[in-house]
């Protein structure tokens, strides 16, 4: 494995009782680079996900991370080695503060979250480090809000603060733009570009602009198998990827151009 590939799978493979939902996927994802999964409903790509973090146990296959084999890793090993997955840590707790959900998740990083014995003020010096990831989320004015009043789009990006919160060397974010408006995307967009400068990003994502515009590689799935893989220009030409898109997807790949 080259030292420009941070996550490999060879021949990952997973059966529920006679259905394949992944099938022998090979799947390289550069250091550094924004990696997309992408494919119709039902190609395949959550239990992909599910798979890479051990949430779900591969029928055959390996999953290799900077060299090293991972399959038969528990989920706090993985995540541990550095691959995160967004709602993994980042599912926010409404009624706390956007400071104080960045700072529960810096307190997971150093092991002391169930430390409830300590008084308030221990945690404050952790206050600066949450400031300045909520700097990199643009949510360093909304610190002192109650999560609950936050709209949508933010809410997702506290998420990501949440995930950087851990350090990620590999961030894994499953549909980071579902459900949202237009400008919101835009936001989310803008957020997964800046936070990517220094990680490898892999990402399950429906919206082809959004994938268009930021991903440096496309993997396209297709009944569990690998469809076509390559950068968005030459992907969203491939005519087996056209045809698996028509009728729900192929519009939004011509007009994602």
């Not at 459900?179 to 803008?190: H, Y």
Request: with cysteine; charged share 25%.
């Amino acid at each position: 494995m080259s030292d420009d590939i941070i996550l490999e799978t060879r021949k990952l493979t997973k059966e529920f009782k006679g259905f394949v939902a992944v099938n022998q996927v090979d799947l390289k994802v550069k250091r550094g680079h924004i990696h997309a999964l992408i494919g119709p409903n039902g190609a395949g790509k959550t239990t992909c996900f599910n798979l890479l973090t051990h949430f779900i146990t591969p029928t055959s296959g390996q999953i290799v991370f900077n060299g090293k084999d991972i399959t038969g890793e528990a989920p706090a090993h993985i995540a541990r080695r550095g691959i995160i997955r967004s709602f993994q840590i980042s599912a926010v707790f409404p009624h706390l503060t956007v400071l104080e959900n960045v700072r529960v998740a810096l307190q997971r990083k150093l092991g002391t979250s169930f430390h409830f014995w300590k008084p308030e003020r221990s945690l404050h010096t952790l206050n600066e480090r949450a400031l300045e990831l909520l700097r990199q989320v643009d949510l360093e004015s909304y610190a002192d809000n109650t999560t609950v009043e936050l709209s949508y789009g933010r809410k997702r990006a506290l998420e990501i603060a949440t995930t950087l919160a851990m350090e990620p060397e590999l961030m894994l974010l499953d549909e980071p733009t579902q459900g949202m408006g237009l400008e919101d995307v835009d936001r989310i967009r803008s957020l997964i570009k800046k936070v990517s400068a220094n990680r490898t990003i892999l990402m399950v994502e429906h919206n082809m602009s959004v994938v268009a515009s930021i991903a440096d590689t496309i993997t396209v799935l297709q009944r569990g198998a690998t469809l076509a893989e390559g950068p968005y220009a030459e992907v969203s030409k491939n005519p087996a990827v056209i045809e698996a898109y028509m009728g729900s997807a192929s519009v939004e790949l011509k007009g994602a151009h």
